[in-house]
């Protein structure tokens, strides 16, 4: 009468489990780094990461969330996002996230694709719309991908 997990995924639930505290707080702490230096960038419309000042509702977020702002941060392009998605080396498009590697994913073509572009944009998502899930690698290295994607 309800959902049972195998024994593996059960398993490897609570192996998991005993690191998430850890892997979360590196990959938040991540993504205010990355979204910090995103923000000054030249081809970068916009940032969207609650942990920035700039953020509409960062003051909200610190009272709610305690400091940790968590790894998903959004930006908007200048330029085609398709060409900087292929231009990433370390970072790879994915159509899911929470992974302990940084991904990257674009909604209007995939998780918004279904929507007409007008309900896209009504919805806040342009096709310059990037979703990033940053994970727990060394954040020089995810800086210098998105670096030498964005030049």
């Not at 970068?44 to 509409?56: I, M, N, W």
């Not at 709610?64 to 231009?87: C, H, I, Y």
């Amino acid at each position: 009468f309800g959902a049972m997990l195998a024994p593996l995924d059960a398993w490897l639930t609570v192996r998991g489990i005993k690191t998430l505290a850890l892997r979360m707080r590196q990959a938040s702490h991540n993504a205010l780094a990355l979204a910090g230096w995103l923000e000054g960038q030249a081809g970068v419309r916009q940032v969207l990461y609650p942990g920035l000042a700039s953020h509409p509702q960062h003051l909200l977020a610190r009272q709610l969330l305690g400091g940790g702002f968590g790894a998903m941060l959004s930006l908007e392009l200048d330029g085609d996002p398709a060409e900087f998605v292929r231009r990433l080396k370390l970072v790879r498009y994915v159509a899911s996230f929470g992974g302990v590697t940084t991904t990257i994913s674009q909604p209007a073509t995939a998780s918004h694709r279904h929507l007409s572009a007008h309900d896209r944009l009504a919805a806040g998502i342009s096709d310059g719309l990037l979703r990033v899930s940053v994970g727990i690698e060394t954040i020089d290295d995810v800086v210098a991908d998105f670096r030498q994607a964005l030049a």
